[in-house]
């Protein structure tokens, strides 16, 4: 699907708009976890977002129109940095097979192999701690619709990182999705949780590797959360620098403005 058949949907939907010459596509969001209601702008015409004038006015027409919501989240290509109040929501990066970088020296210690199905008590924990670190001081329920989506997705696979022949984490990617602007086929890195300090860097590496070998017929994209509290927002900051390190590039991110 192209960029004009997906407007043209939009626009059908009574979704598209147009801000000082440039085109949007808007609708209500709410949080998964928090339930916050949110209008999200799916896609916006790529000179938006440096036009700080236009940023504005897309603020003040949105807060205008969807008085019940308490944020927008603007889609904004290519890691183009926005202007306070706007602040980074999630940033999406891909994966360079390509790439230079130098990898994560291989660690004897660490081994990775594919998950089974008596692995998915594991991989579901790890799971519910990744959704519970993106949103500190919120206690996310266990049973959480986001996280069994995940769990039952027919293009999930899992890989289980062991030390000692001890499991000590896991990377999990959905190799079936689709771009919702786009509609280009990609594998997406949902999670990689390490619960070993000494082996975190080695074994993360050593899935991303396992991870980007099994799925090497489409593009990998993973993502980076970024929480409002202040230190696990650093936190966020470092993982997605360590990530443009090491073969990552940003896709895409969304930025997130409260009225």
């Known amino acids: 699907m192209s960029t004009q058949e997906y407007l043209e949907r939009a626009r059908q939907a009574g979704l598209l708009d147009e801000v000082l010459g440039h085109r949007y596509v808007a609708d209500q969001y709410d949080d998964p976890i928090s339930a916050r209601r949110q209008i999200l702008v799916e896609y916006c015409d790529p000179g938006l977002p440096r036009d700080a004038e236009a940023l504005g006015a897309l603020r003040d027409r949105l807060r205008e129109r969807h008085r019940e919501a308490e944020a927008v989240l603007l889609r904004v290509p290519d890691g183009v940095p926005l202007p306070g109040p706007w602040r980074p929501r999630f940033t999406y990066v891909r994966h360079d097979r390509r790439t230079d970088s130098a990898p994560t020296p291989a660690d004897p210690a660490v081994r990775v192999r594919a998950a089974r199905t008596d692995d998915d008590a594991l991989v579901h924990g790890w799971l519910v701690q990744a959704f519970r670190n993106a949103y500190p001081g919120r206690e996310v329920d266990s049973l959480h619709a986001g996280i069994a989506d995940i ?92 990530l443009l390190r090491t073969g990552w590039s940003v896709d895409h991110a969304f930025w997130e403005s409260t009225w």
């Open 151 to 242: 769990m039952a997705n027919r293009g999930r696979s899992s890989f289980i990182a062991e030390v000692a022949g001890e499991p000590v984490g896991h990377g999990t990617v959905l190799t079936d999705e689709r771009d919702e602007v786009t509609d280009e086929a990609f594998a997406e890195l949902v999670d990689i949780l390490i619960d070993d300090p000494e082996h975190r860097r080695a074994a993360t590496s050593a899935l991303v590797a396992a991870i980007a070998d099994a799925t090497r017929e489409r593009r990998l994209c993973g993502h980076v959360v970024h929480p409002h509290e202040p230190s696990a927002a650093r936190q966020a900051d470092t993982v997605l620098g360590a």
